[in-house]
């Protein structure tokens, strides 16, 4: 069972007739941001963020989300800092309160040489709610 699908006390509405209803109670953000100010630590302090996707996933018994974040690197010092984060990410030990990082996998690395040497890495990673 998902840690949020708990139940929970039924709100109940005491406005009077014409009073107009609260906004909307902002929904809990997901753990990305933790995710993405990791990793920017693990790539060094030449890595440029170019895109992060965030998908709900689900087997039988977890629950949690699929992520693909691109950082780019400039230069020559840059793409050795690249090259380092490509060898260290799939080891990394996240920090990440109520998850666990199942899965931490380079997808692809591009190399570009024109108009300036740059390396771009495309990751995956699977998180699982830890309950």
Known sequence: MPCDALPTPASHDLRQGDETPAAPARS????????????????GGSAQFLLHTEKAWSSATFTGSRHVVVLEFHGVDGIVQGEDYVAAL???????????????????VEHHV????????????LLLEDC
């Open 114 to 125: 024109s108009p300036q040497p740059r390396m771009t890495v495309e990751a995956q990673l």
């Open 28 to 43: 809990q953000r997901g753990p990305w941001l933790r995710l993405l100010a990791e990793m920017l630590q693990l790539a």
């Open 90 to 108: 799939p080891e990394h030990e996240f920090t990440i309160a109520g998850q666990i990082v199942a899965d931490a996998s380079v997808i692809a």
